[in-house]
Every structure is written in structure tokens, then in C-alpha cells.
């Protein structure tokens, strides 16, 4: 005879402990949890161990403290021909009914755990086979109705009559409840001919594939209305049905949470996916932390909501602190200077280091993105010049042949940032600061290389529609940008403006500090006499131009060092600079500059 509540169609479920085979039991309930999933009954007699691991989260452990302190687990009795040394258990002595099936996982087990797999039939078949959706994973899903030909039909219907709609005025009746999407192609091409562009058409089809067939009974659904953000459960398969204009023809019944969420009070990876402009957005991305919403507005479940948020948000995005031996290593005058650098990139997320050339720009900047990121494979680095462009730097068609046919076709290809960014956007990533450096940024046509990257720039919280695949594309932000850029290159126009206000700006110049006192520095680690950062000191003292100034990494090279080094760096290197620097003004570049003139005149 089925139990109350039970979950019609489905078995008992048990979890057998490792070591002395202890087992649990319980079943699916008709009713759901906060996080939409159905509840679960734990039956009285149960085994559980009383062994708590450190990945079990604080409701957890208080639930357990809980159902310990009232009596409803108890020492379980020993039990004749146990092994030796086998972990103390606890027996339940009622029926305890649970928030979900991964809740009582976690309630048998002491630490966190998936109920869908850990919950099995006699026959050894898991609890996700039982389930409404197979094994299909719960999604979430946003629906847009607050302007529907102007008509606000969150506000007006949606919310008051319990459920969510589109528009499909000029679809036929539909046969299926879940059409194919070469079927809403077809109905699409047919009924919006002359009413709808190609792009608006194709658009359509994806959303009404979304909503008919992709979304099922369980899914989270949210809406968005005067700043406030909904969510509900969906509970009703889709269905045709006439209404005014066709406006809302197309709908799916919804249990609606009476509260809303403040947009600003929202975790910032939701805002992104809320700024994507569709109808019909797929957010199972970030389905935990509407978990955590929902669960957070039903009273009932608020513990639980608190510790689902706690697991659902991410890790916080820091930057590891300046050492004193990082500060040594790189050789820089005071570790506060650098302390500033962590401070900007955590506040403008990117940076360029600029100055003449020999100053180290690329050097700090491979530095601190190792040491911020962790390690090489966080940091990409990429070199612009005047032919680089949007398609080599972010995403292109590129040829690409068939290692079977050895045809040639043209196939969407990723660019170095594009790499980067899925890489840092990956669970498990978010936390972790990913580096892309750009060497001489300056020396590309800028607009033309970023697009339309330049918004996304100074909004991290927001998406765009890319101009290839045609993605809603956000920046991670985990990801870092630092460039380089050589202020003697005259041959590019200045940075624009744009620019300027999207990066945060650092000289690095051989006349103010680190870069000034780092040769001197350098040769005093090294113990090496300190004449090669005197003549540089008088070298640049004579050069009116800050611009082109003479950097000491010109000097920092072991070939320097050797016999007659000095004197050839500095006739093939840094004397060309200077004739570059004065050409076409008759300045006798070696009196002025060479060794023997700032040796016997030094400034």
C-alpha cells in the first residue's frame, strides 16, 4: 500500500556505508524543497555515521546537532561480529524528512554528496533514473514579459494567474507539445513571412525551442520587473491556448515566490546573464545561486538557503600580497609601489606600463602576472603591431584543412583572448585571476583590434553580442589585462581616449624611481662595479627627451659584462636610439653620448 506523500512510481532507496555495510533507507516525497527538487524521507531505523568530514557544510552539521539534541539519532546498539575498529554509527529513531535527496546524502554520509547517485534500489539503479527529468539536469531559465508589444505582462498576468507565456500569434496549432526545431523552423518561415526580419525569424526559433521542449516541470524560472527579479517553479508542460493579440498564447504553468529581489542586491555573475537581450535566457549556469535566492524567500528553509548561498557563492577574487622577497627580487625601491599596482589591477582590472624603451615594462609585467595568477598557466601573452586585428585577436574565420580530405574551409576560430576568457570563466576558474599580457599595445589600430571588447572593458557585469558566433559574450572578471606600451614609437598616434579611461596608467621612467636606482641596485646584487649606472645616469641627464630616455636593461645582460662588452652595447644598442632620436639635426651623436665624452664630462 503507498505510503502518504510518497512519490508515486518510485522505490525505496538505500545507501549502504562502506566498512560494515550499515545501510540507510528512505523514498522520494510528492512535495519540494527549496532548491526545486523533491524532498526526501530518511526512515526511522536508518544507519548514519557519526563521523563528520570537513567538506560537510554548516547546515549540515547543524541539522545533525539538531536531530542529536531532540533524540531522533541515537548510538546505534552494537552489533555481534562488527569489525574491529569500524566507524561509530548513528540510528535514526523516527522517520526524519529531508530538504532533498543530496541533503539526506549528506545527513548518512558526514560530508557532502550527490543524492541522485547516491540513493540506489535494491537492484542497484540509481534515484536519478526516478526522476521526472531522467537523467537530466535541473535547469533554470529567464523569461522576459515586462514589455511584450508594451504590455507589462509580469505585473498585469504572470505573477496573479501563476504562470509564464510567449508570444507565438502567428504559429498554427501545434500537434506536439515538445515540435523539433527543424519543425518551429518550418511553422516559423511559414507564419512570420513578411512580419519578421531573417534575423528576428532565427531569433524566434531558438526561443521557442527553449521554451517548448528544452524547459520542463522542476525548472527554476525567473522574470525581471521595475528593478525586482521573480522566481517560481515551473509545474506544467507547455500549452497552446488563445489570448488577446496572441500576446501570451503560449504557456507554462509557474508556482511564483511572493517576493522579489532587489536588482542591486543580485550576485554580480546574474547581472551578467540578465543583461543578455533575449526573451528566453538559458541562466543554469547560475542555477546554485538562484538556488540560494529561492531558498533564502521561503521561511521554512532559510538555514538551508544560508548554507546553499554559502556553497553557491564563489570563492572571493583576490590578489596574493607583495612579499618582501618578491619586492627584492624584482629589485624595486619600496614594496609600496607595488602594493599600488595589486590595488589598481583589483579596482580597474587593467593596466598599462609605459616609458621608453630598456625599462622593463614586459619584464614587471610577466612578473607579477606569475606571481598574481599563480603560476605561468594563468598568463597568455600576445604582441601587437600595425596589422593585428579583431579577428587574430579575439575570435575569426580562419582556413582550416581536413586532415582527411585535405580540403580547405573557412571554420570560427579562437583568439588568444577568447582562449583566455573561457579558460577563466570555467567552475573551479572563477576564483582564480587569469593574466592576458599585450606587448607594445600601442603599436595596433586599437578600435579595430577590441570591437566592441571596449565596452566590456569598463562593464564586467554585462554581456555583448558578438560579431562572429553571434554569443552573448562577458568578460570574466578574473581576468587581468597589463600592457606595454614604448613611448618612443612615434610611428602610432597616441592612445585614444577611450582607452586611456578603460586602463590605469604607470610610467616607468629612467628618471623616477623604480626604474632610476634599479641598475645601481642590480650591479650592487650582482657585485659588479657601479660605473655603468653612473655613464647611464649622465647619458640620460643629457637627453632633453624623457621619451628617449635610455632604459637599464640594456645594461642588465651578461654579455655587457664581458671583456669589451660595455663599449660594444653601447655603440650597436643604445647609440642608434639616439641617432634615431636627433636625426636631421647635425648632433654629433658619439661626442655628446659616447663613453669617452660622459667619462670625461660626466653630468
Known amino acids: 500500500m503507498p505510503q502518504p506523500d510518497r512519490l508515486p512510481g518510485t522505490p525505496e532507496f538505500r545507501i549502504r556505508l562502506p566498512q560494515d555495510g550499515a545501510e540507510a533507507r528512505g523514498w522520494l516525497l510528492t512535495r519540494f524543497g527549496g532548491n526545486g527538487t523533491n524532498r526526501f524521507l530518511l526512515r526511522e531505523g536508518s544507519l548514519v555515521t557519526a563521523e563528520e568530514w570537513p567538506g560537510l557544510g554548516r547546515h549540515a552539521r547543524r541539522s545533525r546537532a539538531e536531530l542529536r539534541a531532540e533524540g531522533a539519532l541515537v548510538d546505534a546498539p552494537s552489533v555481534p561480529g562488527r569489525p574491529e575498529g569500524a566507524p561509530a554509527r548513528w540510528v535514526a529513531t523516527r522517520d526524519i524528512e529531508c530538504n532533498s535527496s543530496s541533503a539526506a546524502a549528506a545527513l548518512v554520509y558526514g560530508y557532502d554528496a550527490s543524492g541522485p547517485e547516491s540513493w540506489r534500489t535494491d537492484e542497484g539503479h540509481p534515484l536519478s533514473d526516478y526522476l521526472s527529468t531522467g537523467w537530466r539536469p535541473h535547469k533554470a531559465w529567464l523569461v522576459r514579459g515586462s514589455n511584450v508589444s508594451g504590455h507589462n505582462l509580469v505585473r498585469q498576468l504572470w505573477l496573479a494567474e501563476g504562470f509564464v507565456s510567449l508570444s507565438g500569434a502567428h504559429l498554427p496549432p501545434l500537434e506536439e507539445s515538445d515540435p523539433t526545431k527543424s519543425a518551429l523552423r518550418r511553422f516559423v518561415e511559414e507564419g512570420y513571412e513578411g512580419a519578421a526580419s531573417y ?52 504557456r507554462r504553468s509557474v508556482t511564483w515566490r511572493a517576493d522579489g529581489h532587489p536588482y542591486d542586491e543580485l ?18 549556469g547560475v542555477l546554485d545561486a538562484l538556488d540560494g535566492l529561492a531558498g533564502e524567500a521561503d521561511g521554512t528553509d532559510r538555514a538551508e538557503a544560508a548554507d546553499t548561498l554559502e556553497r553557491a557563492a564563489p570563492k572571493e577574487l583576490t590578489l596574493p600580497g607583495i612579499s618582501e622577497a618578491l619586492a627584492e627580487e624584482l629589485l624595486v625601491h ?44 594563468q598568463v597568455k601573452i ?43 570563466s570555467r567552475d573551479g576558474n572563477r576564483h582564480v585571476p ?50 606595454t606600451m614604448n613611448t618612443a614609437d612615434r610611428s602610432i598616434a597616441l592612445v585614444d581616449a577611450a582607452m586611456r579611461r578603460r586602463f590605469a596608467f604607470v610610467e616607468l621612467s629612467p628618471r623616477t624611481e623604480p626604474t632610476a636606482g634599479l641598475l645601481a641596485r642590480w650591479l650592487a646584487r650582482e657585485g659588479r662595479d657601479a660605473e655603468p649606472a653612473r ?31 660595455l663599449e660594444r652595447t653601447w ?15 647635425g648632433v654629433d651623436v658619439a661626442a655628446r653620448y659616447g663613453l669617452d665624452a660622459l667619462r670625461e664630462r660626466p653630468a
Do not use: C
Open 199 to 250: 534575423h528576428q525569424k532565427q531569433g524566434l526559433v531558438d526561443e521557442l525551442h527553449a521554451f517548448l521542449t528544452q524547459m520542463r516541470v522542476g525548472d527554476t524560472v525567473a522574470t525581471y520587473d521595475d528593478d525586482r527579479m521573480y522566481l517560481g517553479r515551473i509545474t506544467g508542460d507547455a500549452v497552446q491556448t488563445t489570448s488577446p493579440g496572441g500576446l501570451s498564447n503560449l
Open 334 to 377: 619600496d614594496r609600496a609601489w607595488l602594493e599600488e599596482l595589486r590595488e589598481l589591477l583589483l579596482d580597474e582590472k587593467q593596466l598599462v606600463f609605459y616609458g621608453p624603451p630598456g625599462t622593463g615594462k614586459t619584464y614587471l609585467a610577466m612578473k607579477l602576472a606569475e606571481h598574481f595568477g599563480g603560476g605561468p598557466e
Open 571 to 585: 655603440r650597436t644598442k643604445i647609440l642608434p636610439l639616439l641617432e634615431e632620436h636627433h636625426y636631421g639635426e
Open 382 to 424: 600576445v604582441q601587437f603591431h600595425p596589422s593585428y586585428a579583431y579577428e587574430d585577436f579575439f575570435e575569426g574565420f580562419r582556413p582550416v584543412e581536413d586532415p582527411e580530405t585535405r580540403e580547405v574551409a573557412f571554420r570560427l576560430t579562437a583568439g588568444p583572448l577568447r582562449e583566455l576568457a573561457d579558460l577563466a
Open 434 to 483: 587569469h593574466f592576458l599580457i599585450i606587448d607594445e599595445i600601442n603599436r595596433a589600430n586599437l578600435a579595430k583590434v577590441f570591437g566592441e571588447l571596449y565596452f566590456l572593458l569598463e562593464y564586467r557585469d554585462r554581456s555583448v553580442r558578438l560579431t562572429y558566433s553571434g554569443d552573448d559574450f562577458p568578460l570574466p572578471p578574473n581576468l587581468f589585462v597589463i600592457g
Open 535 to 565: 655613464l647611464l645616469d649622465a647619458l640620460n641627464s643629457r637627453v632633453d627627451d624623457a621619451d628617449f630616455a635610455i632604459g637599464p636593461s640594456y645594461l642588465m645582460k651578461p654579455g655587457v659584462y664581458r671583456d669589451g662588452g
Open 267 to 284: 550576485p554580480g555573475e546574474l547581472r551578467q546573464k540578465l543583461s543578455v537581450q533575449h526573451d528566453v535566457v538559458d541562466l543554469t
